[in-house]
């Protein structure tokens, strides 16, 4: 995984509230074995025409969307189904953070081993994301803040080994391999066998 | 101190290293569900890291979400009735499965099915358990007490790797479930209810206890389809005690403990109940007793009324505009009457042999309305064989209806059973989300009685009416 510090860019906003990730990645995209290429998949429905054509009125079609790092999101974004296609999408088009007031828990665990940053924000500073699309801010990892154009900056909520994770760019399947006399010493004194 | 609810018994019996400020717990999978769509890309990473899969007999397998509903008599018929992409996973995970030996409830198995249908099937799910599957609808297997939970691929590989993953310790809500059900209200309708009242994020970050006099009266069919649908809940996962009703349901099943280990396994499984005295983050009541069968009228599960009432009234907000707008409904209006074009009777909610009885007892005698397309769907194989064996089959077929093989089918639409744009289905399964169904497909969710009651009128209606009640 790549490293995650510091994100510096414009905002993309889609304002609905519980955008389920059948919205993000609809399932006829399931069908692929690699995690490549699911950008321009990401939010098809909402995205093309009937001809396959981009709307041009739909954040992501806008001019500006297509460098941007942050998607700022309508509450509880990320909701249903726990297809991980939906952050491979978010990712491979080039967001790195999703800030929102809720997001659903499988999404956010999805999220954090793919390099996305959620961002849990107060109601206030939400409010004033979505009325001002195209914002710049500042996502910092390391001081879990981030930071609108007033130079006015909030916390966001990391624990410390997620946020460890993103700014190493560790791979927590290294971590769990490092406990492995652990499991083999909690398999063999457990008082039952599954 | 306090003592303990069933979801602390449960995760407290799984910690390998316990949870820290600095690190998240490390917890022990005791069954690992997987099916091909969500495995591909976690069987890559053991491969390019040269990884065996650390627990195979701790794994269950089969395929059911883009897998055909019709006959696949060889594999080479795959090619035939299913997409390329499609087919080409399920080859894959059948690949995937010899590769990294985990035994597979292919085609030719009678247990092949949607993978939480078959879990409970088989016996394998138990109460005490943890158990995780990459599809979110694993909660369905806390209806037995068990800790299950959805997550993503990369999680998948963890586990297949490992056996364990890195989780931090959710809270715990109790929902308490009061009264008494009226007849031709079941288990689907307290949930929808549920929903609406909590909505759909009502339950971040939480593992739920379904409690009360209700949940004890249901049965595990029942129970399952409570805890299937809480993660349109928002929670991470939902449970319910075991008690002589889970006990029941698992003896005699393939994969239960046998002799002296099953004794044992039932006194360790009677003794998870929570404690008098245990504490839960939140709790949340509902009373029953005056509930009518529900449907949706929106587009997520949370957006629901009773079958006999009006769509709320418009207060300007805009995801219910836009809801509406997706559904072709108006503000106010009555659900009874709406025309209906595709019913779906299947998924992992309702597509057990007491569904398929509950549809049956609808149709018998009677015919799908001319319009409306009809699509009954087993959970699985045996679910099929067992219908079969009682008949079910032919009253659907008399009816108009179309019986098909065990999988996921038009619950999620990737095997090719859509509902066409524009359409309107009344489904058995969990989701209403845009397009989930098919491309510009409306969904309202609905029991098996209201989704069989709607085929035949043609248009959205009170099932009551046709049994009686
Ligand atoms: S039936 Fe539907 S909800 Fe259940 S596992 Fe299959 S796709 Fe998911």
Redesign the interface.
Known sequence: MEKVTRIESATVVM????I?T??IM???F??????EGLGDAAFS?WRYDDDGKPIPDFPLNRPGAAGSKVLVA???FG??????HA?WGIVDFGFRAVIST?I???FR??SL??GLVPVIVPDDVHAWLLANPGAKVTVDVASKTLTLPDGRSVEFPL???SQ?CLLEGVD??G???S??A??DQ??KA?S?Q? | MSGQTLFEKVWQ?HI??PES????A?L?I??HLIHE??T??AF??LRE?GLPV?RPD?TLATMD??TPTVPVPTLGDLDIVA?P??A??IR?MIDNCNEFGIALEGFESQHRGIVHVIGPELGAT?PG?TMVC???HSSTHGAFGALAF??????V??VL??????Q?R?KTMAINITGTLKPGVGAKDVVLALIGQIG??GG??HVMEYRGSVIRSLSMEQRMTICNMT??G?A?AGMIAPDDTTVQYLSGRPRVPQGADWD??VA?WLALPSDDDAHFDREVSLDVSKLAPQVTFGT?P?MVVPVTGHIPADTGD??FR?ALDYMGLEAGQAMIGTPVDVVFVGSCTNSRLSDLRETAAVLKGRKVSGQVRMLVVPGSQSIKQQAEAEGLDKIFTAAGAEWREAGCSMC???NGDVVPPGKLCVSTSN?N????QG??ARTVLASPQTAAAAAIAGSIADPRELTNH
Request: aromatic fraction near 4%; charged fraction near 25%.
């Open positions: 304002p609905q509230t519980d389920d059948d919205q609809p399932a006829r399931l069908t692929t074995t690699t995690k429905d309508g509450n509880n909701c249903g189904s726990s297809r991980e952050p809720q659903a828990d499988i665990n999805n081993k793919n624990d410390g080994f460890h927590q399947l971590y769990l391999q406990q492995d652990a499991i909690f398999e457990r039952w599954p | 019996d390998v290293v400020d600095a690190n998240p490390v022990y005791d069954l769509v969500t591909p890309q890559d990473v890291r650390r701790l979400h883009s997409e992409a499609a080409g996973q894959q138990q358990k990459g599809d979110s959805g997550i993503g691929s990369t999680e590989g963890h790797a490992t056996q364990t993953l890195l931090r959710p759909v994020d971040v970050g993660i349109e928002g991470r044992a396994a360790r997520n949370g805009l995801s836009k999620l639409g990737m989701r989300f845009e397009g989930r491309v510009g």
